[in-house]
């Protein structure tokens, strides 16, 4: 038995026998060395976390799911910053026409995290290794082991866009929005996937473009602000309206900014980046 799926039949069993709050308290504590408190939520994680597991919004699965999210772009009027579509989505790997994907794209997983292939050069691409990456996810049930119930509700699906110049230099701009209101963004760049893992730099920053402290693992280089800062501080506001907190991940690049992703639960809920000084501010600021 796969060892992530047995980890989810641990968590669930524990969520029968006492509750889903002890199951994610005990994943918080194993995984990621953190306490939460979901008795008296204080801290952004407490907060977050206790929406995930008792007041989740009805729209959250389907703005989680990276293919549906679209529409719901679209919806608020901002379907020009979604990244062009090359297939999809596919329930099935042999529903998948290769040959009539375009030169380069992108192919990602509608139903979990860290779930992308890249695909710069069609003819270069090593079609043993995408094909079993591509099944791996199809029969990946993401929230069982992540403690993030909202994606049991999410399809197993394959879509792919189209490939952004330099697609694995892109700099991701995460705003983190409280009540409908972005309080601070993460800015994570120069991102490094290997076998054990992925490696990133990592900096936060204010709505005023001001570096604020409160990463673990903040890195020693500098970010310059991105032309289009203010026009995406609105299009996450925006996108942010309907939820009591998310993430809006968007990318400033050739001259444009492109939606990446809406995320209800960072790092499972536990924002295991950010010093708990940090976190206990930023729940000041999240009313549930």
Known sequence: MNIKVAYGKVLTGISKIFSVDAAKKFDTRLRFHR?????????????????ELHNPS???????????????VKNKG???ILVPLAG???????????????????????????????VPEKDKMDMEKCVAEMSKWLKTTYGTYSMEPHYLKIPHRIYAENYLADADKLIDYKFHCMNGVPQFVL????????EMGNSVSRHIFDMNWNHLR????ETADTVEKPEHFNQMIEI??????????VRV??????????FGELTFSPTNGVFSHYTQEFLNEMGNKLQI
């Open 35 to 51: 306490d939460l408190n979901l008795k008296h939520p204080k801290s952004l994680a407490d907060k977050v976390t206790y929406i």
């Open 58 to 72: 009805p729209l959250a699965p389907e703005c989680t799911d990276k293919y549906a999210v679209r529409q719901y």
């Open 78 to 80: 901002f379907e020009d």
């Open 88 to 118: 999809g989505p596919w329930s099935k790997i042999e529903e998948i026409d290769f040959k009539a994907l375009p030169d380069s794209f992108v192919f990602k997983a509608t139903h979990g995290c860290k779930m992308n292939y890249l």
């Open 187 to 194: 800015v994570c760049g120069d991102r490094v996937v290997t």
């Open 214 to 217: 409160g990463l673990t693992d």
């Open 236 to 245: 996450a506001r925006e996108l942010s309206a309907d939820f009591k907190f």
């Open 249 to 258: 991940d968007l990318y400033d690049i050739n001259g444009r900014v492109y």
